[in-house]
């Protein structure tokens, strides 16, 4: 392959994904809309992608969930309107920080159950071992054990 095919294909496949990238700039003329928007773009998580806020994802819904932010904050929606109608169309998910309720029980208080259960395991391991450890044996298992040690000095002489 030629060097100038190589460019002109590394060329047309920059220029093809350039051209689908999805860059929209929102514009406020207050900057205190602005940064409710920056702000609720990075506490609101984007539902297609894998632990990413809506300001770093390029997927299409979350261009689509930008566009609504801004719309809403351009019509002075409320912070707790905002919340509301994101959670009521897709759920807590869409939350970084989702409400503690009983659906998200084990989602706020799981880890330290978690850590909990494995203490406890750990303890239960460790005083089992120590009992072994500590457990003397019977007057027959002494006197066989000693019997094994007296011949094994007999076999070493």
């Not at 539902?47 to 299409?60: F, K, P, R």
Request: with cysteine; glycine share 2%.
């Amino acid at each position: 392959m030629s060097v100038a095919r190589l460019v002109s294909s590394l060329i047309l496949l920059l220029s093809f994904t350039l051209s689908h990238a999805a860059i929209v700039a929102f514009e406020f003329e207050d900057p205190e809309k602005e940064d409710r928007f920056k702000r609720f773009s990075e506490e609101l998580r984007c539902l297609v992608c894998q632990n990413q806020s809506l300001a770093d994802s390029n997927a299409e819904l979350a261009l689509d969930l930008r566009s609504e932010l801004y719309t809403m904050i351009k019509n002075d929606a409320s912070d707790d309107e905002i919340v509301s109608f994101m959670v009521d169309r897709y759920g807590d998910f869409v939350l970084y920080r989702p409400p503690v309720n009983s659906a998200t029980w084990f989602l706020w208080f799981g880890p330290f159950l978690l850590i909990f259960v494995g203490l406890f395991i750990l303890f239960m391991v460790i005083r089992s071992v120590g009992k072994q450890q500590s457990s003397e044996l019977s007057d027959e298992e002494q006197e066989k054990l000693n019997t094994l040690l007296n011949n094994n000095k007999d076999n070493e002489s």
